[in-house]
């Protein structure tokens, strides 16, 4: 166990909804990645917080924002849902503001857009 | 930005010989250079990173070596056993930024 929660685990919808994906992340720590891994695909990073404040962007799309809330749990919010957006949706936490140390991920939620 | 790239994306090794993953990355400020490994239906977990200010790092029969002047860095397995069968992505942090930035991943194999 990670000590890193995210929830839901799975998620079935259609085509041009919006769904909320959250994360909280192990005590103490003070950043949240977030990354989307589609079918044998790598991890592609989308988008990094830091004790509340975005502090890195990959190549997240228009349609998904993310925040991250004073108690430093986040949320992942993806709209106009597209067949392409089907996925496992990592977030990971880690305790600095930079990438040097351990990443400690989640158990992932699993997203299908049908 | 940073882009790392891995090699090779499949690798099939019998059990007992070694496996060598390799990876280069573009960004030259880079200074942070994990080793993730993903089980089936499981989370990234990391095994093994490594710091610019040291080539070579070892951990039983793990080890990774880093050329920073080449702009690349190894994952070494040896005495491979059944439970190395998995996916293993390298990462380079990006040197300007706070980003983790991973390879697309090598699916290792190990024959019994």
């Known amino acids: 166990d990670s000590g890193v929660t995210q929830t839901p685990k799975h998620l079935i919808t259609a085509t041009g909804q919006r769904v909320t994906l959250r994360c909280s992340p192990r005590?103490?720590?003070?950043?949240v990645y977030w990354y989307q891994q589609s079918l044998d695909q790598g991890l592609q990073f989308l988008i990094q917080y830091y004790n509340g404040e975005e502090r890195a962007k990959g190549n997240i799309l228009e349609r998904f924002s993310a925040q991250q809330f004073p108690d430093l749990h986040s949320e992942l919010n993806l709209s106009s849902l597209e067949l392409g957006d089907s996925a496992l949706y990592f977030c990971?936490?880690?305790?600095?503001?930079?990438?040097?140390?351990?990443?400690?991920f989640g158990e992932g939620s699993r997203l299908t857009v049908l | 930005g940073e882009n790392v790239e891995q090699h090779p994306s499949t690798l099939s090794v019998q059990e007992g010989d070694s496996a060598v993953i390799k990876c280069t990355y573009s960004d030259s400020a880079s200074n942070y250079f994990p080793w993730y490994k993903q089980e089936l239906g499981k989370r990234p977990q990391l095994i093994i990173d490594?710091?610019?200010?040291?080539g070579e790092k070892k951990d039983q029969r793990i080890a990774v070596t880093l050329n920073k002047t080449a702009k690349h860095f190894s994952l070494h397995i040896t005495e491979t056993q059944p439970e190395d069968s998995a996916v293993y992505f390298c990462a380079a942090e990006e040197g300007s930024a706070s980003k983790i930035i991973f390879g697309s991943g090598t699916r290792l194999s190990i024959r019994p």
């Open positions: 990971a936490s880690s305790t600095r503001t930079g990438g040097t140390g351990e990443l400690f």
């Open positions: 490594i710091r610019s200010n040291v």
């Open positions: 005590s103490g720590d003070l950043s």
